[in-house]
Antibody, heavy 118, light 110 residues
């Protein structure tokens, strides 16, 4: 059974940093692109970042470029999101998602809430 | 990286059909056959319903179908059931390994 379990969310002040983790199991983690997708309270889904199977290629939504970094450890079946210079509008539930076909995401974690507030 | 445009709401009675549109540009929806659709119930994670415009993952009922014409993709839910009441989001490949999601549509079963 595929499982994605996010952790690391919490309350942080504006300008602060947080590192999210996603533990993957039940599938061949090194064989799939992975993504982070977020959802602000009461709002829609927003793609945040993608990372290629071997970690050699990453991409980001413009609003987080230069502040967030996606990475992975294929030996540990883990995905990460380092978030720096956090802003109030980064407040959201952050989901990790498994890549499927070219651009679909077929399994999602339960999400971890990041709240940026003073 | 502008969000794809979806109608805020759609509705239908049980057994009827509802179609949701998803409008983008030639840089995303119109440029690639990589449109996906997700269903999200309140407080739950999204669920993949359609990928590559019209393909259904294993386990998704054939009441769900997808199509695309130009810069607009569509999701049709036929034979509406109470459990289909949810938020639906489209997503498209946008080039350079980027993705973009739609604004979301709340489907109500009357």
């Amino acid at each position: 059974e595929v499982q994605l379990v996010e952790s690391g969310g919490g309350l942080v002040q504006p300008g602060g940093s947080l590192r999210l983790s996603c533990a993957a199991s039940g599938f061949t983690f090194p064989a799939h692109w992975m993504s982070w997708v977020r959802q602000a309270p009461g709002k829609g889904l927003e793609w945040v970042a993608n990372i290629k199977e071997d970690g050699s290629v990453t991409s980001y939504v413009d609003s987080v470029k230069g502040r967030f970094a996606i990475s992975r450890d294929n030996a540990e079946n883990s995905l990460y999101l380092q978030m720096n210079s956090l802003r109030v509008d980064d407040t959201a539930v952050y989901y990790c998602a498994k890549g499927y076909a070219v651009a679909a995401r077929d399994y999602w974690g339960q999400g971890t809430l990041v709240t940026v507030s003073s | 990286q502008s969000a794809l445009t979806q109608p805020p709401s759609a509705s239908g009675s049980p057994g009827q059909s509802v179609t949701i549109s998803c409008t983008g540009t030639s840089s995303d929806v119109g440029g690639y056959n990589y449109v996906s659709w997700y269903q999200q119930h309140p407080g739950k994670a999204p669920k993949l319903m359609i990928y590559d415009v019209s393909e259904r993952p294993s386990g998704v009922p054939d009441r769900f179908s997808g199509s695309k014409s130009g810069n607009t993709a569509s999701l049709t839910v036929s034979g509406l059931q109470a459990e289909d009441e949810a938020d639906y989001y489209c997503s498209s490949y946008a080039g350079s390994n980027d993705l973009v999601f739609g604004t979301g549509t709340k489907v109500t079963v009357l």
